[in-house]
T-cell receptor
Framework: QKEVEQNSGPLSVPEGAIASLNCTYS??????FFWYRQYSGKSPELIMF????GDKEDGRFTAQLNKASQYVSLLIRDSQPSDSATYLC??????????FGAGTTVTVRA | DAGITQSPRHKVTETGTPVTLRCHQT?????MYWYRQDPGHGLRLIHY???????DKGEVSDGYSVSRSKTEDFLLTLESATSSQTSVYFC????????????FGPGTRLTVL
């Protein structure tokens, strides 16, 4: 089982601020990286995925990947109370499996 | 949302009883997965399937078995439930394409007394 580590939370940010979430992984062979959002009592839902080094933007979300340093991050700009959730980082393994981090809980203060 | 349903959504059972959870998909995806989620552990893979009758173990497979007789259904069985198997169980599916993206069902909350 490959290791995926996320920055410990909880993370509290004021409304309108940027929330920054970090994730490191152990397997240099990993090629696909995912961020899921999970509201309390609900199932994980995909926010975005990234394959290539650099930034990928989707609305208020930006994923950043640095394979040389083995980290992937997620920035949430203009944070809203509706962004309050647990964010899961996932990294692909072989055989179409994913390894998940334990998650970082974000609270956006109004 | 991807067409994934899980049943039952909630179940309370007693130690030593058998329990079967069902995952049903309408997406015709090749890959199906069972995870458990516990506080502080994130999602941990129990078993997965890469086709009808083709299954393999994940990192926490002890005490669990699975079966997949049709593309759309993936069953998880606890042969003799224990209190340590109290958890939230999620099914996920993937089409196995280049993205490896997995989509999750609504989950089943299982309590073993």
């Amino acid at each position: 089982q490959k290791e995926v580590e996320q920055n410990s939370g909880p993370l509290s940010v004021p409304e309108g601020a940027i929330a920054s979430l970090n994730c490191t992984y152990s397997d240099r062979g990993s090629q696909s990286f995912f961020w899921y959002r999970q509201y309390s009592g609900k199932s994980p839902e995909l926010i975005m995925f990234i394959y290539s080094n650099g930034d990928k933007e989707d609305g208020r979300f930006t994923a950043q990947l640095n394979k040389a340093s083995q980290y992937v991050s997620l920035l949430i700009r203009d944070s809203q109370p509706s962004d309050s959730a647990t964010y899961l980082c996932a990294v692909n393994e072989r055989d179409y499996k994913l390894s998940f981090g334990a998650g970082t809980t974000v609270t956006v203060r109004a | 949302d991807a067409g994934i349903t899980q049943s039952p959504r909630h179940k309370v059972t007693e130690t030593g009883t058998p329990v079967t959870l069902r995952c049903h998909q309408t997406e015709n995806h090749r890959y199906m997965y069972w995870y458990r989620q516990d506080p502080g552990h994130g999602l941990r893979l129990i078993h997965y399937s890469y086709g009808v009758k083709d299954t393999d173990k994940g990192e926490v497979s002890d005490g669990y078995s699975v079966s997949r007789s049709k593309t759309e259904d993936f069953l998880l069985t606890l042969e003799s439930a224990t209190s340590s198997q109290t958890s939230v169980y999620f099914c996920a599916i993937s089409d196995g394409g280049g993205t490896d993206t997995q989509y999750f069902g609504p989950g089943t909350r299982l309590t073993v007394l």
